[in-house]
């Protein structure tokens, strides 16, 4: 006769064995490798659950770091980005070895200080495809690649001070593209997308049609290469105006001193 199954009963915690620290349902956790050459795992606890020989064990959805990926890690990919993925599994508690902490990548790039135990995320993953989501993101610079916080980059006031003055003045065109102030929602809050392909405005506050949205930083955030200068010269920086501000005789720009500072800082 084959031996029941051993009940089983659902924890509120565990504290990870050799520690103090304490994780729950919804913590997110540092799992040790089989291979010890590998950096640890990366998984958010779903369950915690222990027999009644009090093995306990965790419910884990996987993060990915890019690389584990189908389509493995590109240059936008930051040092410390993860992909949530609908990859689940069940292992022993006792491969915790720390606990850590998966920002959204807006809370990442605020973030003063990171420290070992900081990772972000903007993507989830389904492992069996590659797919993600979601499938766009928006792109800065002028290699239009999607934003690594990893990397220093400069800010142009003449375009920053652009954005204001869209805001009283919209449907102006800057450095060839068209702006058009989105109606307000939890993805856009009301901000211009600027557009190459022609745009149809229904009416005021209704959606608009475009073919091309990319982020308005893109238009005052530069990669020091992609503007002839190196990282050093960067970081001396006072102000940076980009080319086309400097030198468009086309676009009527307001005055405004230049006092913000115009380095955008990396996140290492």
Not at 65 to 71: A, F, L, Q, W, Y
Not at 89 to 117: M, P, R, W
Request: include cysteine.
């Amino acid at each position: 006769m084959a031996k029941p199954r051993p009940a089983k009963k659902d924890l509120e915690a565990y504290t990870i064995r050799g520690t103090t620290k304490v994780v729950r349902a919804g913590d997110c956790v540092l799992m040790r490798p089989s291979d010890t050459g590998k950096p640890p795992y990366v998984a958010r606890i779903e369950k915690i659950e222990a027999d009644n020989r009090n093995n306990v064990k965790v419910r884990v959805r996987w993060y990915y770091r890019p690389e584990e990926s189908i389509g493995g890690r590109r240059q936008f990919h930051g040092a410390k980005e993860l992909f949530l993925s609908d990859h689940y599994d069940v292992q022993s508690a006792h491969t915790i070895e720390g606990k850590c902490t998966v920002h959204s990548f807006k809370n990442y790039t605020k973030l003063e200080n990171v420290g070992a135990e900081d990772y972000y995320c903007r993507f989830e993953y389904k492992a069996a495809t590659g797919g993600f989501t979601p499938d766009r993101v928006a792109v800065y610079c002028k290699c239009e690649m999607p934003y690594n916080p990893d990397d220093l980059m400069v800010q142009c006031e003449g375009c920053k001070d652009w954005y204001s003055y869209l805001d009283i003045h919209p449907l102006k065109s800057m450095h060839g593209y068209w702006f058009v102030k989105l109606p307000m929602s939890s993805s856009s809050n009301g901000t211009f997308s600027p557009c190459k392909s022609k745009v149809e405005v229904e009416a005021v506050g209704k959606l608009i049609t475009v073919d091309v949205i990319i982020a308005f930083d893109y238009f005052f955030r530069y990669h020091p290469a992609c503007v002839g200068m190196t990282i050093e010269e960067a970081k001396k920086l006072d102000r940076f105006v980009c080319a086309e501000c400097s030198s468009d005789d086309d676009v009527k720009k307001p005055q405004t001193a230049f006092t913000a500072s115009s380095v955008a800082d990396a996140k290492v």
